[in-house]
């Protein structure tokens, strides 16, 4: 199978630490990257990271806070003065371009690859990505702006053809990608070859949900069911819970409650509050609700 | 001697890179501090140095582009997060105000501090900050875009008072000001003391230049005449002569000769390009013109 890993570059909130980068991710499949908020200093992340700058071609911006906006300026400049041509597409609050354009039209005036802002639906669940591999939905959260989860999911990948059992047969090239798609073979003296002795299970279509920041949404499960890995804010542990609600984030215990209730595989939690030295009690209470669970750090590589 | 400081915070140039980072610095006179450039990811280097937030109520910006101005939104934004109330006063090219506006009413609209916009005279020399101990004047540099170099000089101080002496001759403490301006002391039997039986010569006010990013320009030597340590930039080796001339950036020969021109007591190097992986031949260049050079590095503190 391809790869499918998620880059943490930053997993601090809204208050920077030195333990900690303001948001962003990235998330490759295959050859494919798409940058999940951009946090000041993302550009720096992306090259500690070793992260080609070039396959950077779709950024989704989950809110409109300045921890998952500010590095966007200086990442688009950076661009430019790479020499970039190919097209960006930027996946956001409608506001984002406006408060942008002053910034672009000033600093980026010489930049030669034009930017697509697409704007969210404000308000319900939706596909705003799709290509031939991969769809990426909006889901809404619950936070004191308008605020989005991004769902990554790989499209029903085709059957394996089995090498030795297409040989046997003869099956010429032009046939073959009917054939993992399902087809049977009918061979020269018109004997039919059931697709089941001609291939072997295609390989799963994974997922990938990211969820920050957020109060805890019930809604939310549904339509991450079953998700592979789900990364969930825990800006708090459960003794800050009031000040989660106020501040419409999440505890730990919470987060943990939702990759249960989605029926998630895996949790990896992050968006720390600066209060934490150490995540370790976040980790605790997470684990005593859902064990499959691990803290986010700035340089984590998570294969699914 | 009260500390005068330079912290140096970033010192690459456009091209951030895991040696360096954007343009920063922080000028510590005493208990004050001057932030002098704003690049990406500042205020994790103001932490990273264990630099107190709270002491810069002034900033500096030399000019408009990206690698000396984007960190100022995070670091406002961080400011009033952290409860400011104490005005903030940046001082810059009038554009700035308008450019940062959108992003202002956007992401700061609930700060507790005034901000003030000081805009710069756009042609000449000229003080444009001053308080009861420094003066801080703008130095018009060359460069793609209208840009300035920071001169910061302590103002003249008092004499010292010989402790020992002022208790023999019972100076009473209402006129010990006087005395450390100058005066002469009037015993009660009216003998008069002259002043320098009473105090020893006042510590030298100390000055610093800082220089990014400009073509050499002879004129600003004028201006520096003497000065304690000058930074000025030195994107390229001399190998890269024509390139430095056409981005408007300076050599790291030419930095030397502008800080052996001023006669300056020490120069250090930086805004060095992301081509080099390794400073030291930029470094041996400008010391064969002036030998008391250093280069700079993230994180470097230089004592004047």
């Given amino acids: 199978m391809e790869p499918f890993e998620i880059h943490i570059l930053g997993c601090g909130s809204a208050l920077p630490t030195t333990r900690h980068n303001a948001s962003a991710q990235v998330v490759k499949i295959g050859n494919k990257q798409f940058l999940f908020d951009c946090g000041e200093g ?5 090259r500690r990271n070793h992260i080609h700058f070039s396959f950077i071609n779709h950024i989704f911006i989950s809110h409109l806070h300045g921890d998952h906006t500010f590095g966007l300026i200086g990442l688009i400049s950076t661009f430019g003065l790479l020499g970039r041509t190919a097209p960006l597409h930027i996946y956001a609050d409608e506001m984002l371009e406006k408060v942008m354009k002053p910034q672009l039209d000033f600093y980026c005036k010489d930049i030669k690859y034009p930017i697509f802002f697409h704007s969210f639906n404000a308000t319900k669940h939706h596909t705003m990505f799709e290509d031939n591999t991969v769809t990426i939905e909006a889901v809404p959260l619950e936070h004191r702006i308008p605020c989005y989860g991004f769902l990554v999911k790989e499209k029903p990948k085709r059957r394996h053809l089995l090498g030795d059992v297409a040989n046997f047969y003869k099956i010429p090239a032009y046939m073959r990608q009917a054939i993992k798609d399902g087809a049977d073979f009918v061979s020269t003296n018109g004997e039919v070859i059931p697709n089941s002795r001609l291939t072997k299970e295609a390989d799963p279509s994974r997922s ?10 019930k809604a939310v499960c549904e339509h991450l069911q079953g998700v592979n890995l789900l990364y969930h804010e825990a800006t708090f542990a459960e003794s800050e819970k009031e000040r989660a609600k106020l501040t419409y984030h999440s505890t730990a215990r919470e987060a943990a409650e939702i990759a249960r209730e989605a029926g998630a595989q895996k949790l990896v939690i992050g968006h720390f509050s600066s209060r934490y030295d150490d995540e370790r009690p976040l980790l605790d209470e997470a684990r005593e609700i859902f064990p499959d669970t691990v803290c986010a750090y700035e340089g984590m590589v998570i294969s699914i």
């Fill in 42 to 46: 993302t550009q720096l992340q992306l």
């Fill in 208 to 217: 990938y949900a990211y969820c920050s920041d957020t109060r805890p949404v």
